[in-house]
């Protein structure tokens, strides 16, 4: 990735004077750090719509649900409830590549009973090239089989269920290497090419096939992460259609352990148009982003940028979390779904990102959902053992640290400990 390219994802244009934290590592560091750090961070969702804005209306297949995307009176004034779940929600953490048993058994004392494990595949070269690509991705899968069979031992061991996230999808997420006249550029490639939606059916089958002897550790096979289709796609080709399919090929080998889908992004307000799947035991995903100023501040924002939690000029408060998510509560309520946070945090240098995770984390278990922190020991700027010391992303500008306040405020949500509902709203 390029500099123009950062600064053209980051939403700043090649003329700006203000600088993002890419721009400063890409003074600091090479092109290859820079593009690392641009993978650490290009998990992000679309910036989240702001409070009162309705979701974009787009002409995608297959997006609308009953209610004609409409929320409850309830939802829509934030003060809907879920009904009583039976047990405590799971709680846990988005992991990449824990590398030694220490690391397991420091998230396992933290008191995690859940993980949510990264499928990180590529294929080589150019999609366009299909022969030479899928060959490649079948090569890598086959490897990142490997390594979620270790993530199955490990959280096994330690009594932890594992959430399997497709994080990457054959053909790519975003499609770059398009002629200028295809207006689909932004969305996943699969959406557009039936070569690609087989190949990732395909990849579930024998994803399903291989961890079969590990089904009592799965939380459930998390289908697509952060599933992009903005432009309507050719028949049987669209967001709802490819995630049943590949909910059927796992359904022929494991029959009864939950699928996890989400709505566009896993983002929130799109939930008013989430079409839920025609299949029992499915559990709905969705990432908390909001305000994504504020938790992504000084990545996809100027250096400069200091944004405030709570901020009372911009309505910004546990009560504006509340509303945020009441399309996803009033979706839980309408279906009887089962929910999952499969992310949520805010950067490290944001200030009091403490108080941001716990409120989170309180609104979550009030309304019964299980929830996943982004993210233990993978890209820094998630780190809640890691201080930041300077504005950037290299190693040099973070130190370790035994005890912060982010790293507090979750293991106290871990652990349960949390203001009863409706406190601080």
């Known amino acids: ?29 090479s092109l290859p750090y820079i593009a690392l750090c641009a993978f650490l961070c290009a998990d992000f969702p679309s910036p989240a719509e702001e409070i009162g804005a309705e979701a974009p209306v787009l002409i995608v297949n297959a997006l609308e649900d009953e209610s004609g995307g409409q929320l409850s009176a309830a939802a829509a004034r934030g003060d809907a409830r879920p009904p009583v779940m039976e047990a405590a929600p799971l709680r846990g953490a988005v992991i990449g590549s824990l590398r030694t048993d220490g690391d397991w058994d420091t998230l396992a004392s933290w008191g995690a009973t859940l993980v949510r494990h990264q499928i990180v595949c590529k294929g080589e070269g150019s999609a366009n090239n299909r022969a030479v690509y899928a060959t490649a991705w079948r090569r890598n899968f086959a490897k990142e089989l490997d390594r979620l069979e270790e993530t199955l ?48 059916v395909e990849s579930w089958t024998n994803l399903a096939a291989r961890v079969a002897p590990w089904r009592d550790v799965i939380y459930g096979y998390g289908l697509m992460n952060e599933p992009r289709q903005e432009t309507p796609s050719p028949e049987g080709l669209d967001l709802h259609t490819i995630q049943t399919r590949a909910a059927r090929a796992i359904r022929e080998i494991d029959p009864s352990t939950p699928i996890v889908v989400g709505s566009m992004h ?41 944004e405030n939690w709570p901020d009372p000029a911009k309505g910004w408060d546990k009560a ?17 779904a089962r929910m999952l946070v499969g992310e949520f945090s805010a950067v490290t240098w944001a200030p009091n990102a403490e108080g941001y995770i716990r409120d989170c984390i309180e609104l979550f278990e009030e309304f019964g959902w299980d929830w996943c922190y982004h993210a233990y020991r993978e890209a820094r700027v998630w780190n809640v053992e890691l ?32 203001a009863p509902p409706g406190i601080a709203d």
């Not at 025609?278 to 990545?299: A, C, F, K, S, W």
């Open 1 to 29: 990735m390029t500099l123009k390219d950062m600064r053209q994802a980051t939403g700043v244009r090649t003329g700006d004077r203000q600088r993002t934290a890419f721009q400063l590592v890409a003074c600091r560091f």
């Open 153 to 200: 031992r490990q959280a096994g061991e330690r009594g932890m269920k594992v959430c399997i996230d497709q994080h990457s999808f054959p053909g790519g997420g975003r499609v770059k290497d398009l002629p200028e006249e295809e207006a689909w550029g932004r969305d996943a490639r699969m959406f557009h090419d039936p070569f690609y939606a087989d190949l990732f």
């Open 266 to 306: 896993n983002d929130p307000g799109w939930f008013r148009k989430l079409q839920p799947l025609d299949l029992g035991n499915v559990i709905y995903e969705v990432h908390v982003y909001y305000p994504h100023n504020y938790t992504h501040q000084r990545i996809l924002t100027p250096l400069e940028t200091v």
């Open 320 to 336: 504006f979390l509340r509303k945020s998510l009441a399309p996803v509560l009033d979706f839980q309520r309408r279906h009887g």
């Open 387 to 418: 201080e930041s010391v300077r504005r950037g992303l290299g190693t040099d500008d973070f130190r370790p640290a035994a005890d912060t306040p982010r790293k507090r405020a979750l293991l106290n949500g871990l652990n349960g400990v949390f």
